[in-house]
């Protein structure tokens, strides 16, 4: 887990901010048993996620891929290619959206933007080696990868069994 206690609070401040704007029909299904903390939800998401990453494109176009994402310091990092569509949407429109789920056991929602983790970002080599130790292999060595993270406006996770998952 990287996440500090102000990270925690900090994330668990945004997910009550969501809630508290939520429409009556969210609120119906994200009942507050079904709510998870910010330590349940860094705890939980340690390790390889999955997510549905969405982008836009120059016409406003939604697109949505998989990608590989490492919770680090309360918010998802993810890689791309250069070469890749969606680092091209990236660069015109920085606004994203992922989703991580796990059937109906649990699913995680971020809506924000991209903030490039590259070479000489304060936090790269920290979020580098994270990547290189997960992986067991230096993500600069797959090609032109580029590192990334998703800069939250509103983030919510939800579990039907919340009470199920562990604080720590």
Known sequence: MFETEAEIQSLQSMLDAHMARANEHMRAIVRPERRLS??????????????????????????????????????????TARGATKYAHLRRKPAVSAVHMDGDRIAVAVNGTVEWIEPGHPEHDEIHAAWTANYESDPYSWGDVVLFRIQPATMWAYAPGAEDLPEG
């Open 38 to 79: 910010a330590r349940q939800l860094v705890t939980y998401l340690q390790g390889t996620k999955h997510v549905a990453f969405a982008t836009v494109t120059p016409k406003g176009e939604p697109r949505v891929s998989p990608l590989d994402a490492l919770f680090i310091h309360g918010r998802f990092t993810v890689s």
